[in-house]
C-alpha cells in the first residue's frame, strides 16, 4: 500500500464566491477582531414579485405589509442576495446579513418609497425589473430623481437589464441603448450590468449609453450562478442583472453601517454611489464605457475611503470655481478623483436631461491640468466602443 486518502466530499455550490468577488467578505470577517459590516441598523428596501420564504434565514428581520403577490420566486432570489443570513449554510449567505428587509410587490410607479424612508427608516430600494427598454427621461425617472434628491440619504438601485441584442431605437445596432427602463436612466440612481464570476461581461447584459448620452450601466458586479434562498428553506442558483442588482444593494447597506459607525450619522446616498463608482475595478476599456460603467464593484476599497475619510463636500453657486488641495502619499500608483453631485430633476421626455454643468480640473505640482474622462454617445457602434478619452464633460 503506497497511499491512503480519505474520498473527496461530493462537490456542492458555493455562494460565497460572488461576495469574494466583491470584497464583502472583506469588511464583514467570520474571525474574531476584524470587520463585522454586516448592514446591521440599514434598513433595504426589495420591489419585486410578492412574498419572500418562509426561510430560516431571514428570522426577525423581515416584514412583508404590503406584499400581496404568493407566486413567483425571484423575489427570493434577490431578497437572499440582499440579506440572507446563511444559517442552514453559512455559504449562502448574502452581501448584507444584518440587514432589515423590507419586501413589497414591484409596480412601474415604485409605491411607498417616501413613506418607507420617512416611517421605517428605509435608505436603499433594490429593484430587479424592467420598464421599458431605452425609454428615455421618463416621469418616473423625474420621480426617482425628485425623491433622491429631496430625501438625500435614500437611492434607488435597478438592474441594468438582460435586453443586449436587441435593437431599442438608439440608433447604433442591437449591442448598444438597451437598457431596459425609464427608471433606470435617472441621474441620481444606479443601474447595475451582469458580470460571469471571471469578471467579463454576460452577452446579454444590457448597455447603454443613456437615451440622452450619459454613462449607463453606472457599475457592474457579479449576477451569474448566485446561489441564494428559495422558499422552504431551500437554496438554489439565480442570475441576470436581476442578481446583479441586489449584490450593489447589499454592499451599499454595508458601507451605509461603516459610515454611520465611524461618522455617526447616516450619509448621504450621492457619496455613498461616488464611492462605489471611484473605487470600482476597472475593467473592459480604460476608464469608463458603456459596458461595464465604471468598472467592478469593490467593497473593501469604497470602505478604505469611508475609513480614511478621502472625500470632500462643498458648494458652489453659478458661475464660481471651488478648490480643494489633495496630498497624495509617496508611492501612490494611481489617483482618482470623481465630482458627483444629485441632480434636480428634468422635464419628462428631455433631450438632454442634465440641468446643472459642472467641470472637474485637477492640476499637479508641475502645473499640468488633467480633464476628466469623456465619452462620445454619437449612436455609432463603432464610437460607442471607444476607449474613454479625456476633455470637456458637459
Known amino acids: 500500500i503506497r497511499l491512503v486518502d480519505l474520498t473527496p466530499e461530493p462537490g456542492k455550490p458555493e455562494h460565497d464566491l460572488s461576495r469574494n468577488m466583491h470584497r464583502s467578505t472583506s469588511i464583514n470577517v467570520r474571525y474574531n477582531g476584524g470587520r463585522k459590516y454586516d448592514g446591521s441598523g440599514v434598513v433595504v428596501v426589495v420591489n419585486d414579485d410578492g412574498h419572500v420564504g418562509p426561510h430560516i434565514d ?35 449567505a448574502g452581501m448584507a446579513p444584518g440587514c432589515d428587509l423590507i419586501v413589497q410587490d414591484y409596480r412601474s410607479s415604485l409605491p411607498n418609497t417616501v413613506n418607507y424612508h420617512t416611517n ?39 438592474s441594468a437589464g438582460n435586453s443586449n441584442n436587441n435593437d431599442c ?18 441621474k441620481n440612481v444606479i443601474a447595475v450590468a451582469n458580470l460571469f464570476t471571471n469578471t467579463t461581461l454576460i452577452s446579454s447584459s444590457s448597455r447603454g449609453p443613456a437615451n440622452d448620452g450619459r454613462i449607463k450601466p453606472d457599475i457592474s458586479a457579479n449576477g451569474n450562478g448566485n446561489w441564494t434562498t428559495d422558499p422552504n428553506n431551500q437554496y438554489r442558483s439565480g442570475g441576470g442583472t436581476s442578481a446583479a442588482c441586489p449584490s450593489i444593494s447589499g454592499v451599499m447597506a454595508q458601507l451605509y453601517q461603516a459610515h454611520k459607525e465611524i461618522v455617526g450619522v447616516r450619509p448621504e446616498s450621492g457619496l455613498m454611489k461616488c464611492i462605489i463608482l471611484n473605487t ?68 419628462p421626455g428631455t433631450g438632454k436631461a442634465l440641468i446643472n454643468d459642472l467641470d472637474l480640473l485637477v ?32
Open 280 to 347: 470600482a475595478e476597472d475593467f473592459g476599456n480604460v476608464g469608463p464605457d458603456f459596458k461595464y460603467g465604471w468598472g467592478h464593484l469593490n467593497a473593501y476599497r469604497g470602505f478604505k475611503l469611508l475609513e480614511e475619510e478621502r472625500y470632500e463636500n462643498g458648494m458652489i453657486a453659478q458661475g464660481e470655481n471651488n478648490n480643494h488641495i489633495l496630498t497624495v502619499p509617496d508611492g501612490a500608483v494611481e489617483v482618482r478623483v470623481m465630482l458627483y453631485w444629485n441632480e434636480r430633476s428634468a422635464a
Open 169 to 186: 431605437g438608439y440608433g447604433a445596432g442591437n449591442q448598444w441603448g438597451n437598457i431596459t427602463g425609464g427608471h433606470k436612466q435617472a
Open 120 to 158: 421605517d427608516s428605509a435608505v436603499i430600494f433594490s429593484s430587479s425589473y424592467s420598464n421599458g427598454c431605452n425609454a428615455g427621461y421618463t416621469s418616473l425617472a423625474r420621480t426617482v430623481d425628485q425623491q433622491i434628491r429631496q430625501n438625500p440619504t435614500m437611492i434607488q438601485v435597478f
Open 363 to 394: 492640476t499637479d505640482p508641475s502645473g499640468t491640468t488633467q480633464m476628466p474622462w469623456v465619452l462620445d454617445p454619437t449612436p455609432n457602434s463603432t464610437t460607442l466602443d471607444l476607449p474613454a478619452t479625456n476633455g470637456e464633460d458637459h
Open 58 to 92: 431571514f428570522t426577525g428581520r423581515l416584514s412583508q405589509p404590503t406584499a400581496t403577490i404568493t407566486t413567483g420566486t425571484h423575489g427570493d432570489m434577490t431578497g437572499g442576495i440582499v440579506a440572507g443570513c446563511g444559517n442552514l449554510d453559512p455559504t449562502m
